[in-house]
Protein backbone atom coordinates (compact mmCIF):
# COMPACT_ATOMS: atom_id res chain seq x y z
CA UNK A 1 0.00 0.00 0.00
CA UNK A 2 1.51 3.51 -1.03
CA UNK A 3 0.90 6.88 -2.24
CA UNK A 4 -0.27 6.48 -5.82
CA UNK A 5 2.29 8.73 -6.75
CA UNK A 6 5.12 6.58 -5.45
CA UNK A 7 7.83 3.86 -6.68
CA UNK A 8 9.50 2.87 -3.39
CA UNK A 9 11.22 -0.43 -3.04
CA UNK A 10 10.60 -2.32 0.63
CA UNK A 11 12.20 -5.30 1.64
CA UNK A 12 9.78 -7.89 2.96
CA UNK A 13 9.23 -7.72 6.47
CA UNK A 14 10.65 -10.99 7.66
CA UNK A 15 13.61 -10.18 6.11
CA UNK A 16 13.88 -6.87 8.70
CA UNK A 17 12.73 -8.97 11.52
CA UNK A 18 9.46 -7.51 11.71
CA UNK A 19 6.39 -10.34 11.82
CA UNK A 20 4.63 -8.60 9.49
CA UNK A 21 4.99 -4.95 8.13
CA UNK A 22 7.77 -3.47 6.12
CA UNK A 23 7.40 0.38 6.76
CA UNK A 24 9.26 3.37 3.85
CA UNK A 25 8.59 7.20 3.45
CA UNK A 26 5.34 6.47 1.85
CA UNK A 27 4.70 3.09 1.17
CA UNK A 28 3.87 -0.25 3.88
CA UNK A 29 4.18 -3.55 2.64
CA UNK A 30 2.03 -5.85 4.78
CA UNK A 31 3.02 -9.07 4.90
CA UNK A 32 0.51 -12.47 6.53
CA UNK A 33 2.28 -15.14 8.61
CA UNK A 34 0.21 -17.36 6.64
CA UNK A 35 -1.25 -17.95 2.92
CA UNK A 36 -4.61 -15.85 2.53
CA UNK A 37 -6.28 -16.33 -0.86
CA UNK A 38 -8.38 -13.15 0.09
CA UNK A 39 -7.80 -10.06 1.91
CA UNK A 40 -10.19 -7.21 2.45
CA UNK A 41 -9.33 -3.87 3.27
CA UNK A 42 -11.25 -1.18 5.39
CA UNK A 43 -9.74 2.35 4.81
CA UNK A 44 -11.34 5.23 7.66
CA UNK A 45 -10.11 9.23 6.99
CA UNK A 46 -10.41 10.63 10.65
CA UNK A 47 -10.29 14.21 11.73
CA UNK A 48 -7.99 13.24 14.66
CA UNK A 49 -6.98 10.24 16.40
CA UNK A 50 -9.18 7.48 16.43
CA UNK A 51 -10.02 5.77 19.49
CA UNK A 52 -7.77 2.44 20.34
CA UNK A 53 -8.96 -0.68 18.82
CA UNK A 54 -10.43 -3.77 20.90
CA UNK A 55 -7.54 -6.35 21.23
CA UNK A 56 -10.35 -8.72 20.64
CA UNK A 57 -11.44 -7.93 17.37
CA UNK A 58 -7.87 -6.21 15.47
CA UNK A 59 -5.10 -8.68 17.58
CA UNK A 60 -2.36 -7.33 15.25
CA UNK A 61 -2.52 -3.24 14.80
CA UNK A 62 0.72 -0.52 14.68
CA UNK A 63 0.52 3.13 14.06
CA UNK A 64 3.14 4.41 11.28
CA UNK A 65 3.51 7.66 9.46
CA UNK A 66 3.40 8.14 5.81
CA UNK A 67 4.33 10.87 3.73
CA UNK A 68 1.56 11.05 1.14
CA UNK A 69 2.28 13.28 -1.58
CA UNK A 70 -0.59 12.68 -3.57
CA UNK A 71 -3.00 11.91 -1.36
CA UNK A 72 -4.09 8.85 -3.15
CA UNK A 73 -3.73 5.56 -1.36
CA UNK A 74 -3.16 2.42 -3.81
CA UNK A 75 -3.12 -1.32 -3.35
CA UNK A 76 -0.46 -3.39 -5.21
CA UNK A 77 -1.76 -7.04 -5.69
CA UNK A 78 0.93 -9.98 -6.33
CA UNK A 79 -2.05 -10.93 -9.11
CA UNK A 80 -3.03 -7.75 -10.45
CA UNK A 81 -2.05 -4.16 -11.21
CA UNK A 82 -1.61 -1.15 -9.01
CA UNK A 83 -4.86 0.14 -8.08
CA UNK A 84 -6.20 3.52 -6.21
CA UNK A 85 -8.54 3.09 -3.91
CA UNK A 86 -8.75 5.45 -1.43
CA UNK A 87 -7.91 9.51 -1.34
CA UNK A 88 -7.42 11.32 2.07
CA UNK A 89 -7.62 15.07 2.53
CA UNK A 90 -4.41 16.67 0.62
CA UNK A 91 -1.12 16.03 0.33
CA UNK A 92 0.70 16.02 3.54
CA UNK A 93 2.33 13.50 6.48
CA UNK A 94 -0.42 11.47 8.10
CA UNK A 95 -0.50 9.19 10.93
CA UNK A 96 -1.44 5.40 10.06
CA UNK A 97 -2.82 2.71 12.35
CA UNK A 98 -2.50 -0.69 10.68
CA UNK A 99 -4.75 -3.23 11.83
CA UNK A 100 -4.84 -7.17 11.15
CA UNK A 101 -6.71 -10.34 11.94
CA UNK A 102 -7.81 -13.63 10.46
CA UNK A 103 -11.30 -14.01 8.85
CA UNK A 104 -13.56 -16.74 8.89
CA UNK A 105 -14.12 -19.08 6.08
CA UNK A 106 -17.82 -18.54 4.40
CA UNK A 107 -19.87 -20.03 2.13
CA UNK A 108 -18.64 -18.30 -0.75
CA UNK A 109 -14.99 -18.39 -0.33
CA UNK A 110 -13.28 -21.46 1.43
CA UNK A 111 -9.98 -20.52 1.58
CA UNK A 112 -8.37 -18.16 3.91
CA UNK A 113 -9.24 -14.87 4.54
CA UNK A 114 -7.90 -11.56 6.47
CA UNK A 115 -9.26 -8.26 7.02
CA UNK A 116 -7.25 -5.16 7.11
CA UNK A 117 -7.74 -1.75 8.88
CA UNK A 118 -6.11 1.14 7.75
CA UNK A 119 -7.23 4.68 9.99
CA UNK A 120 -5.36 7.65 8.67
CA UNK A 121 -5.24 11.37 10.41
CA UNK A 122 -3.60 14.46 9.98
CA UNK A 123 -0.25 14.31 11.50
CA UNK A 124 1.20 17.46 13.33
CA UNK A 125 4.15 19.42 12.67
CA UNK A 126 5.76 17.45 15.58
CA UNK A 127 5.04 13.79 14.38
CA UNK A 128 6.61 14.49 11.28
CA UNK A 129 9.56 12.18 10.57
CA UNK A 130 13.01 13.35 10.09
CA UNK A 131 14.26 14.21 6.67
Do not use: C
Not at 12 to 40: C, F, K, M
Not at 51 to 77: F, H, K, M, T
Not at 94 to 118: N, S
Amino acid sequence: MSDGEVDEYLPLPNSIGHPWISVGTSRVLLESQEDIYLARFYFELWNGPPPPLDSADWPINEDIVLYLPSGRIAVYEFTSAQQDVFNVEGSGHYHVRLAWRAGTHDFEVVKPQAFALVQFWVADAGSEPAE
